[in-house]
């Protein structure tokens, strides 16, 4: 990957950014248009939100506001908890385009596999709902479909029902919590795998390991994570509100990783944690 505008390719032939810009726990308002603004202005062209972030009407303003055209941007958001089952989905997806401003996605995807509300049938309602996520890619009404948090049990389940195969799945990655039994199944099925929380929502800045190769490498901690995560094929998705982390977190492409650095960043201690178990959460 040489530049931002380099793209993945999608089991469907779709091209997506190889970088994405994230706003998770980025709050609704101006906070978020300015980040997305700025992100735009600094050449993401992929952006990532949810309907649980609270953000999608900011990120639809700050679209509309930064002059770009639709068709040269990226977006992704994401199907809550509270909607799946069939109708629920499709509903779903309609009010994120609406508070987004959109005729259409770039990329829809189930944000969490096993809500509580809906463990105790897991598999019937995510069948449910990976139907009307198939109907939604049919209808034009999202360029790509896929799933996030899924484990590769999830992915099994998914697939022995689905008329059409995941093209990504959002999943937590950084040096040091790599989920090797996911990546791999994703790989073999043809899913590409985009990694959230690539600096381990933070607690990545600190460690020793990764600030002697920012000295090594001339770069920060944050940009040698993110070159990680592309060697390691990728799609990270950095998030930032502040202008200069916004510009230093794209500015990724102008050196590269030595083969044993890459495994040796991928066999570090976990510093960042595992994140939630889409199997046990209480949400």
């Not at 091209?15 to 994230?22: H, K, Y």
């Not at 109708?87 to 779903?92: C, D, N, S, V």
Request: with cysteine; charged share 25%; hydrophobic share 35%.
């Amino acid at each position: 990957m040489q530049k931002m505008t380099d793209c993945y390719q999608l089991n469907n032939g779709v091209r997506i950014p190889v970088v994405g810009f994230g706003t998770w726990q980025t709050p609704g308002g101006e906070t978020a248009v300015s980040a997305v603004k700025e992100a735009i202005k600094a050449g993401y062209s992929h952006i990532d939100t949810a309907a649980f972030y609270g953000n999608e009407e900011s990120v639809g303003q700050a679209v509309k506001e930064s002059g770009a055209k639709r068709e040269d941007l990226f977006i992704t958001t994401k199907l809550w908890n509270s909607d799946h089952g069939y109708e629920a989905t499709l509903k779903a997806c309609a009010a994120s385009l609406e508070r987004l401003r959109l005729d259409y996605l770039d990329l829809y995807l189930i944000h969490w596999p096993n809500p509580l509300r809906f463990r105790d049938q897991f598999e019937k309602i995510n069948a449910e709902t990976w139907k009307a996520m198939e109907e939604l890619y049919k209808s034009g009404k999202t360029k790509s479909i896929g799933i996030s948090n899924y484990k590769p049990h999830h992915i099994g389940a998914t697939l022995k029902n689905a008329e059409i195969v995941p093209m990504v799945n959002q999943i937590r990655l950084y040096p040091g919590f790599t989920q090797e039994d996911t990546v791999r199944r994703c790989k073999d099925e043809g899913i590409l795998v985009q990694a959230y929380s690539p600096l381990g929502t933070g607690s990545m800045l600190e460690v020793k390991e990764l600030r002697e190769l920012a000295e090594k490498y001339h770069k920060t901690v944050a940009q040698i994570c993110l070159r990680w995560s592309l060697q390691m094929g990728f799609l990270p998705l950095p998030k930032s509100v502040t202008p200069a982390r916004i510009r230093e977190n794209a500015d990724i492409f102008d050196f590269e990783l030595s083969a044993k650095d890459v495994q040796d960043l991928a066999s570090m201690k976990n510093y960042g944690g595992a994140g939630f178990d889409p199997d046990t959460s209480s949400f």
